[in-house]
T-cell receptor, first 113, second 108 residues
Framework: ETGVTQTPRHLVMGMTNKKSLKCEQH?????MYWYKQSAKKPLELMFV???????ENNSVPSRFSPECPNSSHLFLHLHTLQPEDSALYLC????????????FGPGTRLTVL | KNEVEQSPQNLTAQEGEFITINCSYS?????LHWLQQHPGGGIVSLFM???GKKKHGRLIATINIQEKHSSLHITASHPRDSAVYIC??????????FGKGTKLSVKP
């Protein structure tokens, strides 16, 4: 495996479910990001981790909970989501925080019923 | 008004046509990115620019810092170029601000 991988690629969940999205990067990067992409809206940066520490949280509701156990893995834990949370969730990584190009994963298409 | 504006929002072209996608921004930046997003979601970084012009194959990206404007050109377009092209600027604090994207469809 190379690059940035995300699982699952598609997820359908009810509002009372708890699920997790997983991101893994095989590039030796030390910064990882979660983005949300809703229809007809720009990409929204949700969380930034650098060296496994959260360095940015852009006013994301607490029903989204990130976890970065090591520099290669990033999780987004989901609970009691709303239908408006349905979107494409993209993970990205970069070699250094902010200054270098970000490599994106393929995304997880989330549908909340 | 968004800090990053792209035009057009949608673009349909015939195979072989020369294509231009524009990006204007209103904030100070340290760099500008052009990204390509294919159906299914995956995003690929095409260019990172801070001045001048870059070329990669049939793709050319230019930036005019004074006018706060960048263009992405595709020469001899092909149906496999069909994708959403996203302009993103990196602000002076390192934050990335994205445009809404331009959906390109190239017909054979």
């Amino acid at each position: 495996e190379t690059g940035v991988t995300q699982t699952p690629r598609h997820l359908v969940m009810g509002m009372t479910n708890k699920k997790s999205l997983k991101c893994e990067q095989h590039l030796g990067h030390n910064a990882m990001y979660w983005y949300k992409q809703s229809a007809k809206k720009p990409l929204e940066l949700m969380f930034v981790y650098s060296l496994e520490e959260r360095v940015e949280n852009n006013s994301v509701p607490s029903r989204f909970s990130p976890e970065c156990p090591n520099s290669s893995h990033l999780f987004l834990h989901l609970h009691t989501l709303q239908p408006e949370d349905s979107a494409l969730y993209l993970c990205a990584s970069s070699q250094m925080l902010a200054l270098h190009e970000q490599f994106f994963g393929p995304g997880t298409r989330l549908t909340v019923l | 008004k968004n800090e990053v504006e792209q035009s057009p929002q949608n673009l349909t072209a015939q195979e072989g046509e020369f294509i231009t996608i524009n990006c204007s921004y209103s904030v100070g930046i340290s760099a500008l990115h052009w990204l390509q997003q294919h159906p299914g979601g995956g995003i690929v970084s095409l260019f990172m620019l801070s001045s001048g012009k870059k070329k990669h194959g049939r793709l050319i990206a230019t930036i005019n810092i004074q006018e706060k404007h960048s263009s992405l050109h595709i020469t001899a377009s092909h149906p496999r170029d069909s994708a959403v092209y996203i302009c993103a600027v990196r602000g002076s604090q390192g934050n990335l601000i994205f445009g809404k994207g331009t959906k390109l469809s190239v017909k054979p």
